[in-house]
């Protein structure tokens, strides 16, 4: 048996010292070549440690907990847990990170900086498993840091801004002062600045829970006595500061914008970025939190605002998840497409894990000796289908660029012919995710759809209208999702335009990357099949509803397939492609009122502290009483004698008063 804390260390530490080396020989090309295959293997070493913790660690708490002193005086440590979620999770994160990387040595071959790109690469890795497996919110918080961080780096990789084909948007076209192309140092710069104006109130939230709670361990807290002790208003501010965090960093409405132009950076970032890390990161946070406070007991609801959160966060899921759809169905950009269609993925998320709050018996599923609402099960089992299937898709485009060197969507069924191991994988990457029968994400979606009903049925026993919406914007989101993965396919395989370049030699290792990634899918089946608690997705999947869904589907994709554009919607379709002008409040409305704020600050707010302080009010008031005591200084003794009897009297008279009660 190897040594618990050996095997955390290796888990999180591999990727990052495998790195090293290649930073360190940052200035010898010949180095710099070879040293990729080190960074490689650094992450495979933690999925090995991945999977010996999946098959050998327990997963039962207490027993799963694993704790470490690190500011005891504080209530700070390294805790880690080994749960249901950080188990999958964790194998779901090394696995996909380390396809990634083996296509990544075809991808970045030549590319102008490789130590910066491995080092970043390898340390968002390491901080997603942090994320991963932290049950304490301070250490979680590390990793979070972690992988803001990486992004910056990854996101604006190609700084120089020298190469179209990193661009987001089109050159040179604007929608009134706007321009709607964006470089990849401004992907950058948006990402970090957009996911901080999140982590703040994140921070200050785990810094009230510190106050607030004997632990920080999100097992632990007794998440009902808290939220009782700060009341209604206490409970939904402490929750939305918490969840500014979660949806920031996954880029649900209104922050979605930075997540598109994130794809000025390499498509494998991108892959990483879509599937196992970041923007899945804010999601699975949620799952993490909310599997803990189950909210889904009678207890919790009776405490006053902790609904009115849920609602919120199943609102906005459902809102991202249409609004990335419809998005999507106007946009020609390869990875832009691909962004939109994550967005909208994970917003399902968020809303099938927030209806666990009225998904209670008779849709509880025992794990570990605990009863889990099924939403929350949903909710993860979407997001480990959707990390393989959009993964797939992200390296197949990433080999499309190479291959036609151009971002837009190209390629017809001649082009099919000579690209046969890409064409096959995105077959099978969206048919086996948008929720075709009977392939892999029907029946997860089977059970969204049952827990949507559920909702609606609740809606209509207590009269909550706003219960009755979750299914209706679920169906149309999973039909509009379908139609933009098939376009995704026609206009890359079968009706797209020919690519003006064609350069298809080479990309073995590339092909390597994506034919693992999309096998998964299948592996994934197999286990929905045969796990005990995702049952209830075999017979959900026999349901009516679910298969009246699936065959609305299936008729969506083969129409998109063979209709991928509507000409007598171009204006609609470019309306969705600029993403209904949501650009304009990050980048004009936002700024614009940001100046004006900071312009009021320094006209107004600068002068008046520099005149209160400096010029005006405090020199002035030393002024007066300089000259007030430079006038009873008269040299004079009887002058003296005046007022310290004056200051006597005023003395008594005041003790007297005082001693008569007055």
Not at 547 to 569: D, E, H, W
């Amino acid at each position: 048996m190897i040594d618990d804390w050996v095997v955390f260390l290796l888990l999180f530490l591999a990727p990052v010292l495998s790195s090293i080396p290649i930073v360190l020989a940052y200035k010898s090309k010949e180095w710099t070549e070879k040293l990729p295959y080190l960074s490689v293997f650094g992450i495979f070493v933690s999925v090995l440690m991945s999977l010996y913790i999946f098959f050998t660690f327990p997963k039962e708490l207490p027993a799963s907990q694993f704790a470490y002193p690190w500011i005891p005086e504080l209530g700070i440590n390294i805790v880690l847990i080994t749960d249901y979620l950080a188990r999958y999770m964790g194998v779901v994160t090394a696995v996909i990170a380390f396809f990634i990387a083996i296509y990544g040595l075809d991808y970045m071959k030549g590319d102008y900086r490789p130590s910066w790109y491995w080092f970043f690469f390898n340390l968002f890795t390491a901080s997603m498993l942090l994320v991963v497996y932290s049950d304490n919110l301070f250490l979680l918080f590390v990793g979070w840091e972690g992988l803001g961080a990486a992004s910056w780096g990854l996101i604006g990789h190609w700084f120089r801004d020298d190469d179209d084909i990193a661009y987001v948007g089109k050159a040179g076209r604007k929608v009134g002062p706007l321009e709607l192309s964006w470089p990849p140092s401004f992907g950058g710069w948006r990402a970090i600045s957009t996911i901080r104006f999140g982590d703040v109130p994140m921070f200050f939230a785990i810094a009230a829970i510190w106050v607030l709670s004997p632990t920080l361990n999100i097992s632990e807290i007794d998440w009902g006595s808290l939220f009782l002790g700060i009341g209604a208003a206490g409970t939904i501010i402490l929750m939305l500061c918490f969840l500014t965090g979660l949806f920031t960093k996954s880029a649900q409405v209104p922050f979605s914008e930075w997540l598109m132009t994130a794809m000025t950076g390499p498509t494998t970032v991108s892959a990483l970025l879509h599937s196992a890390t970041m923007v899945a990161a804010g999601a699975f946070v949620f799952l993490k939190v909310t599997w803990y406070i189950q909210p889904w007991k009678p207890e919790m609801h009776a405490i006053p605002g902790l609904e009115i959160v849920f609602i919120v966060v199943l609102f906005v899921g459902l809102i991202s998840g249409l609004y990335g759809a419809l998005a999507g169905t106007g946009m020609l950009e390869r990875k832009v497409l691909l962004a939109a269609s994550t967005m909208s993925s994970i917003g399902l998320m968020f809303g099938a894990a927030a209806a666990s709050y009225w998904i209670g018996e008779p849709l509880l599923v025992e794990i570990a000796g605990e009863k889990i609402s099924v939403a929350l099960l949903v909710a993860f089992w979407y997001m480990a289908v959707h990390a393989f299937a959009k993964a797939s898709l992200f390296l197949v485009a990433g080999h499309l660029i190479h291959a036609t060197h151009s971002r837009f969507c190209c390629g017809g069924f001649e082009f099919a012919k000579r690209m046969k191991t890409p064409f096959i994988v995105t077959i099978i990457a969206t048919t086996f995710l948008v929720g075709i029968p009977p392939l892999t994400a029907y029946w997860v979606k089977s059970m969204m759809d049952e827990v949507h009903l559920h909702l609606f049925h609740h809606a209509t026993e207590t009269g909550d209208i706003h219960l009755a919406i979750p299914i209706a914007l679920l169906i149309i989101t999973s039909l509009v999702y379908s139609a933009i993965l098939a376009k995704f396919l026609s206009l890359n395989f079968i009706k797209g335009e020919k690519p003006e370049h064609e350069h298809l030699e080479g990309g073995g290792l590339m092909k390597v990357g994506y034919v693992l990634m999309a096998s998964v899918l299948f592996v994934l089946t197999y286990h929905i099949f045969v796990l005990e608690e995702t049952e209830g997705f075999i017979h959900a999947g026999g349901e009516m509803l679910s298969l009246g869904v699936g065959v609305a589907i299936f008729i969506v994709y083969i129409a998109a397939i063979f209709k991928p554009r509507i000409t007598s919607l171009s204006k609609l379709g470019t309306f969705f492609n600029d993403r209904m002008y949501l650009p304009f409040l990050n980048d004009y409305i936002v700024p614009k009122t940001g100046f004006f704020i900071s312009r009021i600050v320094q006209n107004y707010g600068n002068r008046g502290i520099d005149g209160f302080f400096n010029t005006r009010v405090i020199p002035g008031l030393f002024g007066i009483i300089s000259r007030g005591i430079r006038a009873i200084q008269t040299g004079y003794l009887k002058s003296y004698v005046k007022i310290v009897l004056g200051l006597v009297m005023v003395f008594l008279i005041m003790a007297s008063l005082w001693g008569l009660g007055l």
